[in-house]
């Protein structure tokens, strides 16, 4: 069994920075790609960066690249989700996701390639 915890969201205001962290634990962190998944009201769970078990691939969804940075410190079990020049539209219930398979590729930017999920944690921007 995997247990992933979100936290580091809250309220900010636009332009503003935030960093989420995702702590694991119950298997080999440091085998599975990680990805950070966001949900706004009424609307789907969307894919926002993922990056493989080496770190040595990062991925991001095209409306925050260049404003966000996935990362992960293996020793830590942890990742990270770095989140800069915050908008309104990136308000979100914003959840962390493990990948099932070690040592695998990226497992995509859909929900169906992740295993194992967060709660997740609010991050609200203002105008």
């Known amino acids: 069994q995997v247990q992933l915890v979100e936290s580091g969201g809250g309220f900010v205001q636009a332009g503003g920075s935030l960093r989420l962290s995702c702590a694991a634990s119950?298997?080999?962190?440091?085998?599975?790609?990680m990805g950070w998944f966001r949900q706004a009201p009424g609307k789907e769970r969307e894919f926002v960066a993922g990056?493989?078990?080496?770190?040595?691939?990062?991925y991001y969804a095209d409306s925050v690249k260049g404003r966000f940075t996935i990362s992960r410190d293996n020793a830590k079990n942890t990742v990270y989700l770095q989140m800069n020049s915050l908008k309104p539209e990136d308000t979100a219930v914003y959840s962390c996701?493990?990948?099932?398979?070690?040592?695998?590729?990226?497992?995509?930017?859909?929900?169906?390639?992740?295993?194992?999920w967060g709660q997740g944690t609010q991050v609200t921007v203002s105008s």
């Open positions: 996701a493990a990948q099932g398979n070690p040592f695998t590729g990226f497992p995509g930017t859909t929900t169906y390639g992740y295993t194992y």
């Open positions: 119950g298997r080999t962190f440091s085998s599975y790609a």
């Open positions: 990056i493989t078990w080496s770190a040595d691939s990062t």
